[in-house]
Antibody, heavy 118, light 107 residues
Framework: EVRLLESGGGLVQPGGSLRLSCAASGFTFNNYDMIWVRQAPGKGLEWVSGISGSGGSTYYADSVKGRFAISRDNSKKMLDLLMNNLRAEDTAVYFC???????????WGQGTLVTVSS | DIQMTQSPSSLSASVGDRVTITCRASQDISNYLAWFQQKPGKAPKSLIYAASSLQSGVPSKFSGSGSGTDFTLTISSLQPEDFATYYCQQYSTYPLTFGGGTKVEIK
């Protein structure tokens, strides 16, 4: 059974940093791209960042480029998102998800809430 | 970046109705199109991939069609558990992009 479990969310002041993690199980982790998607309160889904299975390629939305860094540890089946210089508009539930070239974005974690406020 | 335009943004329908949601891509994405269902406070659930293929366990009342730039999601007979928000997403190329969502409400 595929499982994705996010952690690391919380309350942080503007300008602060936070690291989100996503623990994966139930599939061959290094075979798949992984992504982070966020959802601000009452809003739609916004893709944030993605990383290839090897970790050699990374991708970012313009809204987070230069502030966020995605990484993965295939030996531990862990996906991370380091978020720096956080802004109020980064407040959202952050989901990690598995991406398959054959099946699209097929599995999602339950999400972790990040609140940026003073 | 590929823009995904979803319509309508909301609709009201009755139990048993047939519902169709459309999604248009700003450029050709072949069939790299997925549909998701999201209920309040929950993670999105994958319904359809490759524009028309059902994810495992998804009931056949859901169907998808289209290729290139124009796509549709159809729910053949709306049931109480289908009232939710639906999103399309292109996974042809990064950045992956979502449609704005369609909220399906009870009439």
């Amino acid at each position: 059974e595929v499982r994705l479990l996010e952690s690391g969310g919380g309350l942080v002041q503007p300008g602060g940093s936070l690291r989100l993690s996503c623990a994966a199980s139930g599939f061959t982790f290094n075979n798949y791209d992984m992504i982070w998607v966020r959802q601000a309160p009452g809003k739609g889904l916004e893709w944030v960042s993605g990383i290839s299975g090897s970790g050699g390629s990374t991708y970012y939305a313009d809204s987070v480029k230069g502030r966020f860094a995605i990484s993965r540890d295939n030996s531990k089946k862990m996906l991370d998102l380091l978020m720096n210089n956080l802004r109020a508009e980064d407040t959202a539930v952050y989901f990690c998800a598995k991406v398959s070239s054959n099946y699209g974005t097929d599995y999602w974690g339950q999400g972790t809430l990040v609140t940026v406020s003073s | 970046d590929i823009q995904m335009t979803q319509s309508p943004s909301s609709l009201s329908a009755s139990v048993g109705d047939r519902v169709t949601i459309t999604c248009r891509a700003s450029q050709d994405i072949s069939n790299y199109l997925a549909w998701f269902q999201q209920k309040p406070g929950k993670a999105p659930k994958s319904l359809i991939y490759a524009a028309s293929s059902l994810q495992s366990g998804v009931p056949s009342k859901f169907s998808g069609s289209g290729s290139g730039t124009d796509f549709t999601l159809t729910i053949s007979s709306l049931q109480p558990e289908d009232f939710a928000t639906y999103y399309c997403q292109q996974y042809s190329t990064y950045p992956l992009t979502f449609g704005g969502g369609t909220k399906v409400e009870i009439k």
